[in-house]
């Protein structure tokens, strides 16, 4: 085992990821490289390390890192070397320079027990030293974190959290509970936490890291979209992960059922597992839907026959039977889902509720559950909508990762709430907006129930339409403007089975056939950097052209899409500001994706019209980097109206998105959408992705593949099954 202490002069190759770097640091007059796993390195730390000397065959001697300690360093040349590295906020190299000058090789004793003496120096003020001890002081508590950390294998982004949830507690919590991290950090599984826990002494028949295990299987299997697990299942894997037989997995499965943690129901003949948080929201909503479904409802002292009769004479339309029949349904019962696919009047539907419930002095709330969703549904009705969130006041608790919707204890003030693309709503955000709706108030619920279901757990549309509790219209008859357009003509042929009409001369749906993955990824970039805008000058390839893909990985999976997209369309210039985060680069000008749910950003607004600023960017928001600052920071603007500072802790939440998945663009529309067309995992490639990918796109769609491919997920009307509750709860109470 070798030593060295050294000073890091410079780091060549740093994995922002899990902390591994390539270093070259001075000991004395002699430059060494070191190898190894160090996640809180920068240049002009003093380190004392630990390791193996390895003679690797390219780059020569190096000395590979098994431990590593940080030293403050005592000579003044060393001492300004550490503070103008950056590592303390508020000191850079020309105030390090004035600092050391002023208190020489005390200058760290200075910082540690008389900080405020800094006033001493011409242009360090109170507020300035201030944010040097603040910086100063947590420097010191991250570097013992680190330490005691980054043998376990934490990135030093999860230590930074780890730091941020549980400050000058972090290493106490940990050894106490390292199962809290997967509850309480983004990205920390049951495997790093349970390392660990052995490390500590925590025995690997223990109760409590067999009921942790236990509980993190059924979060990893409701992350994929169910609220419950079959039991037979759960006992499967968690033998599989935790290597106990099956007689201890279940005692301790009955033991944590007995101790609340967990719940099992027989949901059709089957013993199913529910963690607590999902049980009770299907408690919740199941409890509010039979009430809004049978309770009753003042009748309105209008007529709706001829109000209908008015709107169409105004709007210059003729309503279907079933758009008549949805139309009355909102003033004859307490809840109902109109449902349809594109085309088909929704939106007209809407409009023509809100008028007459409006013409009868009612007060109508409308809202969706994205911020794009929210500003289409304003755009075509004239009248402010709002997201889920911000119809219910969403703040934040002491937990950063708990929702708090201020109207759960005072219902919204409103006769009528209209959900709209509500085939994107979860369990637990129906539930919350279901604990606002006040007794006496209608609520209308329209999507389509054939797209996508939410990417949160549950399978909650569905599951209302199928209960047979509330009022519900489906919508077939496509408006006569909207036959016109291919794009709605062939989603509903794709929906019912049958093969799209193809390349209709001046229409907006063109398929280009291409065999070989390689022809129809270099197809994509030319149609998105040179065609397309070519055809119609009003398209900008950044701003009106969204590629969408089934799936992340692969040469037409959205990393490498995204990877060629960028260095066609932003390529790398010395203009441009850039930052690496573990496999990707982030360049000023690219467009982004917030890929979860952040209740606590900040943002101002810098645009459009509403409050000055606020909290809460969501998965599925869509802007662009505006700059990237001195701390490396990304200042990312929303729908060119919010702007939001992305310190690296949060970096991990966004995504390039010159193509995302097509998951992920529920609730948005794009003027031109271009869909890669290949084989792909029978169970991804289906009908109902397709159809979902189509009905996003407003002016133009173009297909880019295998006429064999786009024929099997046509035919393919298979998707993952959703293990959900919601339907079982609701018809059980009532049959």
């Known amino acids: 085992m070798s030593e060295l202490n050294c000073v890091v002069e410079d780091i060549v190759f740093k994995n922002e990821e899990n902390g591994y770097v390539v270093a070259h640091v001075r000991e004395k007059d002699i430059r060494h490289t070191i190898v190894g796993f160090i996640p809180y390195i920068t240049e002009g730390k003093s380190l004392k390390v630990q390791g193996e000397w390895v003679n690797h065959p390219n780059f020569g001697n190096q000395l590979k890192v098994t431990g590593y300690e940080e030293i403050l360093p005592d000579s003044k040349l060393g001492i300004e070397r550490y503070l103008s590295s950056g590592v303390i906020t508020g000191i850079g190299p020309v105030t390090a320079k004035k600092i050391v000058d002023k208190f020489g090789d005390k200058t760290l004793e200075i910082l540690d027990k008389d900080i405020n003496r800094l006033s001493e120096i011409e242009g360090i003020g109170q507020k300035k030293i201030k944010i040097i001890q603040e910086s100063y002081s947590s420097q010191r508590e991250i570097r013992n974190i680190m330490v005691f950390l980054q043998t376990y294998g934490i990135t030093s982004n999860q230590c930074i959290k780890i730091y941020k949830k549980y400050g000058s507690e972090s290493i ?139 709107f169409q004479k105004l709007n210059s339309i003729n309503f279907a039977p079933t758009q008549k029949e949805a139309i009355r349904g909102a003033f004859q019962n307490g809840i109902e889902v109109i449902t349809g696919g594109p085309g088909t009047g929704k939106t007209t539907i809407i409009n023509c509720i809100t008028h007459i419930f409006e013409r009868a002095s009612l007060k109508v709330f409308m809202a969706a559950p994205t911020g794009r969703a929210a500003k289409r549904m304003s755009e075509a009705s004239g009248k402010e909508a709002k997201t889920i969130h911000r119809l219910l006041e969403l703040g934040v608790g002491n937990d950063e990762q708990m929702k708090i919707f201020n109207r759960e204890e005072c219902p919204l003030e409103c006769d009528v709430i209209i959900v709209d693309e509500a085939s994107m709503i979860d369990i637990v955000l129906m539930n919350n907006l279901l604990k606002a709706v006040g007794l006496g108030t209608r609520l209308i619920i329209v999507g389509d129930v054939d797209q996508l279901p939410s990417v949160g757990p549950g399978n909650v549309l569905k599951d209302i339409i199928e209960s047979g509790i509330v009022k519900v219209v489906r919508l077939k008859d496509i408006f006569r403007q909207a036959k016109e357009s291919m794009i709605i003509v062939n989603a509903h042929k794709i929906n019912n089975g049958e093969m799209p009409i193809l390349n209709k001369k001046d229409k907006d749906f063109y398929f280009i056939n291409r065999e070989k993955n390689e022809n129809i990824l270099d197809t994509i970039i030319e149609l998105v950097y040179k065609r397309l805008p070519k055809f119609n000058s009003k398209w900008n390839n950044k701003y009106h052209i969204q590629v969408l893909s089934p799936m992340r990985k692969g040469i037409l999976g959205i990393v490498n899409l995204n990877e060629s997209i960028q260095q066609i369309l932003n390529p790398k210039e010395d203009t441009k500001k850039e930052l690496k985060f573990r496999d990707m680069i982030f360049r000023t000008g690219d467009k982004v994706m917030q890929t979860k749910n952040n209740y606590t950003l900040k943002w101002t607004r810098v645009g459009g019209s509403g409050e000055k600023d606020g909290e809460g960017i969501f998965n599925g928001d869509v802007g662009f980097i505006e700059d990237i600052d001195d701390r490396n920071n990304l200042i990312v603007i929303f729908d060119n109206e919010r702007k939001v500072i992305y310190e690296n802790m949060y970096l991990d939440e966004l995504d390039l998105a010159y193509a995302i998945t097509i998951h992920k663009s529920q609730g948005s529309e794009f003027p031109v959408v271009i869909i890669p067309i290949f084989m792909g995992p029978p169970l991804l490639m289906n009908r109902n992705l397709l159809y979902t990918a189509i009905t996003r796109a407003k002016k133009l769609v173009v297909l880019v593949g295998s006429q064999k491919a786009m024929q099997f997920m046509i035919n393919n009307n298979k998707s993952f099954n959703r293990y959900s509750g919601l339907k079982w709860r609701i018809m059980d109470i009532m049959n």
């Not at 994929?224 to 006992?235: S, V």
């Open 172 to 310: 106490k919590v940990v050894k106490e509970n390292p199962y809290v991290l997967i509850e309480d950090i983004t990205g920390i599984g049951f495997k790093s936490a349970d390392k660990i826990a052995r490390s500590l002494g925590v025995e690997d028949d223990s109760p409590f890291r067999i009921q942790s295990g236990i509980n993190y299987i059924i979060n990893e299997f409701c992350a994929k979209g169910n609220t419950y697990m079959p039991i037979e299942k759960l006992i499967k894997e968690s033998m599989d992960m935790l290597l106990k037989e099956k007689s201890y997995i279940e005692k301790n499965i009955y033991e944590a059922t007995l101790e609340q943690k967990i719940k099992i129901e027989i949901i059709n003949d089957e013993n199913c597992v529910f963690t607590m948080p999902y049980y009770y929201c299907e408690l919740g909503v199941t409890k509010k839907i039979i009430t809004l479904g049978t309770g009753k409802y003042d009748n309105i002292e209008i007529n709706i026959d001829d109000e209908i009769q008015e």
